[in-house]
DNA sequence: GGCCAGGCGGCCC
DNA sequence: GGGCCGCATGGC
């Protein structure tokens, strides 16, 4: 697991995620800007969530107090860009409400993510990226990239499960919370750049190790 | 034009 | 517990 990372660090270097939107921004702005990211980047590309951020921070809506205060329909129209914009503007609405009724800080990592699981929107991978990114918990994020590449490495199979590959991941490292958002962002970069749906083995950095070889 | 993107909830069985 | 579907834009 270790080494693993140690290959993707030194190739890829630190991969710099979250915030990117604001300039110099405070505690509370960063929280807002990762969570709302979190949340628009399910199953769409990065560069069309991109654009969705810079129109909510424009109109100052990387805010929770001011998401709250906008209707539905124009935080809809805002974030256009990152599709499913309807529910994704619903969602952004119902995190609005629960960040500002809830004294998240004092929880427990354990509890905090039972809490952000129970919101509509949340699923696992987006309560552990909110629990790794914003609140620097020390929880491993899965998504499908990460599956993809450690079973065709040989580490597991694809029908694993994610508690299943978290668990992997957590019971194999030290708990870092840099390594962690370090490693989750080097996995994001090796599955666009070679371990793609249609793998470019030959290339990869990874193919003499790598159990699956695809031509 | 088809495929894919840093998922999730609601179904159904 | 799993399998399928809707959600939707934009880049390649």
Redesign the pocket.
Known sequence: MKKIYEKLYSYYGPQK??PIIQKKPTKQQKISE?II??IL?????????E?ALNNLNKNHLLSFKNIKKTKTEKL?RLI??????????DRLKLIADFYINNDLTKLSTEQLRNKL?T?????????D?ILL?AFNRPIF?I???TK?IFSRMGFCNN?I??EELQNLFMQNLKKDIILFKEY??LL?KL??EFC???PLCKKCIFSKSCKKLFK
């Open positions: 995620w979250w990762i990211g979190t980047t399910q199953n769409t590309s990065w560069k069309n969530v654009k809809a256009k860009s990152s599709g499913y914009y309807n529910q994704k503007a699981l919101l509509k929107g949340v699923g696992n991978e987006t309560a990226s990114y994020v998504d499908s990239y993809r029908n499960t994610y989750h962002a994001v599955a666009k793609k749906n249609k």
